[in-house]
């Protein structure tokens, strides 16, 4: 367990003394989301029937390029040998580092996601599941990305790789993450969604470390 | 030029200036707010909500300008490399950014009653929210590097990219909301009489007294941080000349 | 100095060997057939012009790189637990693993805390055995190269652990700090620690054993998925 | 002039050699549109109202992810200082490294572009126009992005920090672009935009190659 | 050996200088008031201990990083165009810039290019001279420490230029390559090139002159936007 702590402590203390780092994430969010208006038209209702979906995609998008260097640095400077020579279970490892970079980068894309609804005009029923949905499906969405960033560990273009690699893994979380948002939106219960999104997030836990350990391994062979 | 850029001769004129501009923020304040917000005309169509526009406008004119300000520190520490000027850019920044918030927030909250909406992608509205995007790249950047001097330099290289672009936002912009809606701001603009200007040019010096003095607050920490630094640094050389062994 | 025995002191004295080891890197056979054995306070030096693989068999040592053929043992043990063996050792490559932003100090105890516990007498201790106390409160970002070099070297006093191996560990130092490392080499093997070194230079280890992997060239050079013909070059 | 040729002939034989490269940020575009019809929902009305504007900011997103790295290889390896060291003009470089880029992957972007347009039901009318508008519209993009690529050399999060400050030179381009197939679509004429376009891009030729410069000669010091 | 001297001929003979010079770093000054002075056929060995500022002077020298005070001059004309500069010199430090996808040859030929024009007989010798012409088809990433860092010296032979600035070139190097390097270095000066080296080893130039950077200790530290200071310092 001090290995878990330890390793926790540190990323957060990087991530601390790095607070731009955060703010970042959260300003690629907005303007991504902003890009749409520009795209699609100013109109309202336009607007306000895709919101529930392209916040999703955006914030996916977010997570995504963030992750994209979440074991590159420590794989480049050698930190990861190191990390593996430790003797501590790697799965171990892997959750403390997704967990910092969650509560850096997820917890911040959650906070700001009502500010971007106002501006795409998200009916008012919608805020609620919206925020819950986020908070079931980021974890998730970190889980699946810290294995793609680990198998794309050494590669010239990771991000895009990264990309290419989890956008289609994410589309589960997408599509009852959007569901959640537009049933409540039109009258429905959201409950079914959000329910399905927990379990997707229990799932991720269990698997999605042991697939990272293993890809992070073969990185450092 | 040299004599501007030596830190000492700065904080000279600067300290002269700091009461003056602190009072002067102070005194604005307390006389403009009142006026502002209770003995000013209501509007005959907005009633008091139109008090707002002592808030708003202001704000949105202090931003547009520390914008310039900030390019024009950042180009002088490019150019001649003074280090001061460089300074005055980075405090700048985060004061530019609040002002921007502040007219972004005093507009969304006044769109809500008078267009029944917080946002609409409207041009002006548009082109400040761009502009409180180029404020946190420059803060962004400046922050991101592992040597803050690094961080000096590409963030000033960023706000001399921004400073270009901001026309081309506005005009391209304004063309583009023509194609969808009309632009929505024209139809307070016709009764701002005298009773509006004066709370409305009481705000606009309170605010730039107060950012003068918070920009001189700043200057003055940013030299005090560096001084710490340096001295810490010292010690640590003192021990180096200590220890001949290494 | 009399610190220094202290810092190394290993809790399990042990031997270390390994028979018939082969390595492939980029479908070629680096080598193969290699055999070596350490005993508690034991030293081995690597050597062989560039390119021999001598990088290559630290990382085979450590576990992280598989080896094609042969077996490690520890206390005479084969080795089937990369995990538990890793406990048992350090690496120091050229790869320093140093984060920027933090201090020289906040690196070093990073790494005893994830590997022992912390325990600042030892952290000081071992700062000051490569020089580096004066800048323990420094960014690591503002080291130079040798500087940082020393910080990676502190880590092997920070946690005991019997194997020491060591990639070309001169590499950008002065000559006092080669000296403490001579030191904090000696050290370490006088309290039963064993230390593989790969190095060019005038070696750290005076009278260690010497294994030269440029007896392996000319290289057998074989088909990278042909597993028998790397039985067959042994 | 050798120089130009030199860098142009490796860049372009690197890309080549990694062909994957430009396969993958086609692959992130082709993804990242698809994730649309997810999260909005599938009615083709609504998706060929939204669908020039999504084709556009998926490209702009895209193309960001790849111009990401576009000098930060060249940096860590060094090969940056030996670039500045050669004493040949760095806008040149820039304009060389940039070309290279543009040719392995934005040409890329165009040509399949098409393809996902049926996707999202885009109007016969419109597919002319969102050609042309890319084709025009994309070195601007990789032009600009490569100011914003070489200012962020050296930090940590590069990606985020990237679409951060890029993403908001990018609006006039993706106004022009999308208003382009709008007024086709519409039964306007798009030569307007299509003129602005081009405009931006001379506008960004002879800007973009020296603030690179400047930032890239600060990079190595 | 004797197609080295044609290897290292020099199209400008000249002299190179520099006069109180000073450098910050993270806000302290590394080094102040510093003069050297080279001419053809000269070396300059730079020493002190880790930290003392060699690689920082390499890189003013070489004009990437600027120097906080003082000027350099080359042919006693000082010089104010650091691109004319530039390609007076080359530059090799613990950055290698080679390109893993390229072969051997590939990235040496893209150097020549740049700098020069193609010249295939040039790049056999180049290659030859630091023992690389077998591998010259392989791809680089398959290449050990050791044979990078010589693929990297090897680019000083693919395009003439007076002024050579090494950062510790002995790294990692075996002994017959570190003697390929002595004797590169031997030829190039016999043509009349200069040669400025740092290093903690033995050193490669035997007859140069030694600037010794540790003599700078204690540094004099300033304010770091303080301009006058600086001047004061010198
Ligand atoms: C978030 C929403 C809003 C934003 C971002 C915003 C932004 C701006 C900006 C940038 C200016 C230009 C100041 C200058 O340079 O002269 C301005 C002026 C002004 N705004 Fe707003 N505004 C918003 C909402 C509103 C609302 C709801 C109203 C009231 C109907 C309003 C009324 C005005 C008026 C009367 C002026 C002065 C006009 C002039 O002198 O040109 N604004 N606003
Ligand atoms: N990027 C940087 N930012 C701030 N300070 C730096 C930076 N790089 C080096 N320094 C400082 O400058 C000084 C000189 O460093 P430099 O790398 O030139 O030393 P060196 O003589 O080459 O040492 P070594 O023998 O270890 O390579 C060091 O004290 C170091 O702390
Ligand atoms: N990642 C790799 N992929 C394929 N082949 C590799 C890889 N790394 C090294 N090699 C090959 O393995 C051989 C041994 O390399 P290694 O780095 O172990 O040599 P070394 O003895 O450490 O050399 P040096 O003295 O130069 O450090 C080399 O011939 C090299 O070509
Ligand atoms: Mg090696
Ligand atoms: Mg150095």
Same mark, same amino acid.
């Given at each position: $367990?001090?290995?878990?702590?330890?390793?926790?402590?540190?990323?957060?203390?990087?991530?601390?003394?790095?607070?731009?780092? %955060?703010?970042?994430?959260?300003?690629?969010?907005?303007?991504?989301?902003?890009?749409?208006?520009?795209?699609?038209?100013?109109?309202?209702?336009?607007?306000?029937?895709? %919101?529930?979906?392209?916040?999703?995609?955006?914030?996916?998008?977010?997570?995504?390029?963030?992750?994209?260097?979440?074991?590159?640095?420590?794989?480049?400077?050698?930190?990861?040998?190191?990390?593996?020579?430790?003797?501590?279970?790697?799965?171990?490892?892997?959750?403390?580092?997704?967990?910092?970079?969650?509560?850096?980068?997820?917890?911040?894309?959650?906070?700001?996601?009502?500010?971007?609804?106002?501006?795409?005009?998200?009916? $008012?029923?919608?805020?609620?599941?919206?925020?819950?949905?986020?908070?079931?499906?980021?974890?998730?969405?970190?889980?699946?990305?810290?294995?793609?960033?680990?198998?794309?560990?050494?590669?010239?273009?990771?991000?895009?790789?990264?990309?290419?690699?989890?956008?289609?893994?994410?589309?589960?979380?997408?599509?009852?993450?959007?569901?959640?948002?537009?049933?409540?939106?039109?009258?429905?219960? %959201?409950?079914?969604?959000?329910?399905?999104?927990?379990?997707?997030?229990?799932?991720?836990?269990?698997?999605?470390?042991?697939?990272?350990?293993?890809?992070?391994?073969?990185?450092?062979? | 030029?040299?004599?501007?850029?030596?830190?000492?001769? =700065?904080?000279?004129?600067?300290?002269?200036?700091?009461?003056?501009?602190?009072?002067?923020?102070?005194?604005?304040?307390? =006389?403009?707010?009142?006026?502002?917000?209770?003995?000013?005309?209501?509007?005959?169509?907005?009633?008091?909500?139109?008090?707002?526009?002592?808030?708003?406008?202001?704000?949105?004119?202090?931003?547009?300008?520390?914008?310039?300000?900030?390019?024009?520190?950042?180009?002088?520490?490019?150019?001649?490399?003074?280090?001061?000027?460089?300074?005055?850019?980075?405090?700048?920044?985060?004061?530019?950014?609040?002002?921007?918030?502040?007219?972004?927030?005093?507009?969304?909250?006044?769109?809500?009653?008078?267009?029944?909406?917080?946002?609409?992608?409207?041009?002006?509205?548009?082109?400040?929210?761009?502009?409180?995007?180029?404020?946190?790249?420059?803060?962004?950047?400046?922050?991101?590097?592992?040597?803050?001097?690094?961080?000096?330099?590409?963030?000033?290289?960023?706000?001399?990219?921004?400073?270009?672009?901001?026309?081309?936002?506005?005009?391209?912009?304004?063309?583009?909301?023509?194609?969808?809606?009309?632009?929505?701001?024209?139809?307070?603009?016709?009764?701002?009489?005298?009773?509006?200007?004066?709370?409305?040019?009481?705000?606009?010096?309170?605010?730039?007294?107060?950012?003068?003095?918070?920009?001189?607050?700043?200057?003055?920490?940013?030299?005090?941080?560096?001084?710490?630094?340096?001295?810490?640094?010292?010690?640590?050389?003192?021990?180096?000349?200590?220890?001949?062994?290494? | 100095?009399?610190?220094?025995?202290?810092?190394?002191?290993?809790?399990?004295?042990?031997?270390?060997?390994?028979?018939?080891?082969?390595?492939?890197?980029?479908?070629?056979?680096?080598?193969?057939?290699?055999?070596?054995?350490?005993?508690?306070?034991?030293?081995?030096?690597?050597?062989?012009?560039?390119?021999?693989?001598?990088?290559?068999?630290?990382?085979?040592?450590?576990?992280?790189?598989?080896?094609?053929?042969?077996?490690?043992?520890?206390?005479?043990?084969?080795?089937?637990?990369?995990?538990?063996?890793?406990?048992?050792?350090?690496?120091?490559?050229?790869?320093?693993?140093?984060?920027?932003?933090?201090?020289?100090?906040?690196?070093?105890?990073?790494?005893?805390?994830?590997?022992?516990?912390?325990?600042?007498?030892?952290?000081?201790?071992?700062?000051?055995?490569?020089?580096?106390?004066?800048?323990?409160?420094?960014?690591?970002?503002?080291?130079?190269?040798?500087?940082?070099?020393?910080?990676?070297?502190?880590?092997?006093?920070?946690?005991?652990?019997?194997?020491?191996?060591?990639?070309?560990?001169?590499?950008?130092?002065?000559?006092?700090?080669?000296?403490?490392?001579?030191?904090?080499?000696?050290?370490?093997?006088?309290?039963?620690?064993?230390?593989?070194?790969?190095?060019?230079?005038?070696?750290?280890?005076?009278?260690? +054993?010497?294994?030269?992997?440029?007896?392996?060239?000319?290289?057998?050079?074989?088909?990278?998925?042909?597993? +028998?013909?790397? +039985?067959?070059? +042994?």
């Amino acid at each position: $367990m001090s290995v878990f702590s330890a390793l926790l402590a540190r990323d957060l203390r990087l991530a601390l003394r790095q607070s731009a780092d %955060s703010l970042t994430v959260v300003a690629f969010f907005a303007i991504a989301t902003v890009l749409f208006p520009f795209g699609v038209g100013p109109e309202a209702n336009i607007l306000a029937r895709i %919101s529930g979906g392209v916040l999703w995609v955006t914030a996916l998008l977010a997570a995504l390029l963030s992750l994209d260097r979440v074991f590159t640095v420590d794989y480049e400077d050698g930190t990861l040998d190191q990390l593996v020579l430790s003797g501590a279970p790697l799965p171990l490892v892997v959750i403390a580092k997704v967990l910092a970079h969650w509560l850096t980068t997820g917890l911040a894309l959650i906070i700001v996601s009502p500010l971007l609804a106002i501006t795409l005009h998200l009916p $008012m029923e919608g805020y609620a599941p919206l925020l819950l949905a986020l908070f079931l499906g980021t974890p998730t969405v970190s889980l699946i990305g810290a294995v793609g960033a680990a198998l794309v560990l050494g590669t010239r273009r990771g991000g895009v790789l990264l990309a290419l690699l989890v956008l289609p893994l994410y589309i589960p979380v997408l599509i009852f993450g959007t569901a959640a948002v537009e049933s409540a939106v039109t009258g429905i219960s %959201s409950d079914g969604p959000l329910l399905v999104l927990g379990g997707l997030a229990v799932l991720a836990l269990t698997l999605c470390p042991w697939a990272t350990s293993a890809a992070l391994r073969q990185a450092v062979e | 030029m040299h004599r501007f850029a030596n830190p000492t001769q =700065f904080m000279r004129i600067a300290n002269a200036i700091f009461p003056w501009a602190a009072g002067l923020a102070v005194v604005l304040f307390v =006389f403009g707010l009142p006026i502002a917000l209770i003995t000013s005309p209501a509007d005959y169509q907005q009633g008091d909500t139109v008090r707002i526009l002592y808030l708003h406008v202001p704000a949105a004119i202090m931003a547009e300008l520390i914008y310039y300000a900030m390019a024009a520190g950042s180009a002088a520490f490019l150019i001649w490399r003074h280090p001061m000027a460089n300074l005055v850019a980075k405090a700048s920044a985060p004061m530019g950014a609040m002002f921007t918030a502040l007219c972004l927030i005093c507009g969304m909250l006044w769109g809500e009653p008078m267009w029944g909406t917080f946002w609409v992608w409207d041009a002006r509205l548009t082109s400040t929210l761009i502009m409180f995007f180029f404020y946190l790249g420059y803060l962004a950047l400046g922050d991101a590097f592992e040597d803050p001097e690094r961080g000096d330099r590409a963030s000033a290289i960023l706000a001399l990219v921004g400073v270009v672009n901001v026309p081309i936002i506005k005009f391209s912009v304004n063309w583009w909301n023509t194609l969808h809606q009309p632009a929505s701001l024209s139809l307070t603009k016709s009764n701002m009489t005298g009773d509006m200007l004066l709370p409305l040019f009481l705000m606009l010096g309170a605010y730039s007294f107060f950012y003068l003095a918070v920009l001189i607050i700043r200057v003055r920490s940013e030299l005090l941080a560096a001084k710490i630094r340096n001295a810490r640094m010292s010690q640590i050389a003192g021990h180096e000349a200590a220890q001949p062994a290494e | 100095m009399t610190g220094e025995t202290n810092l190394s002191q290993t809790t399990t004295a042990g031997s270390f060997s390994g028979a018939g080891l082969a390595c492939r890197r980029g479908g070629r056979l680096v080598f193969t057939g290699l055999n070596f054995k350490l005993t508690a306070g034991g030293a081995l030096v690597l050597r062989g012009p560039n390119g021999s693989g001598k990088t290559t068999l630290l990382r085979v040592m450590a576990g992280l790189t598989p080896s094609a053929a042969g077996t490690m043992s520890w206390n005479d043990k084969v080795i089937d637990d990369p995990d538990a063996h890793a406990r048992n050792l350090r690496l120091i490559t050229h790869l320093d693993a140093i984060k920027p932003a933090l201090t020289v100090s906040e690196n070093l105890s990073f790494w005893m805390t994830l590997w022992n516990k912390p325990d600042d007498q030892r952290l000081q201790k071992a700062l000051q055995a490569f020089d580096l106390s004066r800048l323990a409160s420094y960014p690591a970002r503002l080291l130079s190269a040798g500087q940082r070099h020393r910080l990676a070297l502190a880590r092997l006093l920070v946690a005991p652990a019997p194997l020491w191996l060591l990639d070309e560990p001169g590499n950008a130092l002065d000559t006092a700090s080669r000296d403490a490392l001579a030191r904090a080499i000696l050290a370490h093997r006088a309290a039963g620690g064993m230390v593989i070194v790969a190095s060019h230079e005038a070696t750290f280890v005076s009278d260690g +054993e010497t294994l030269d992997l440029g007896l392996f060239t000319p290289k057998t050079v074989v088909h990278w998925s042909d597993d +028998e013909s790397v +039985e067959a070059a +042994e």
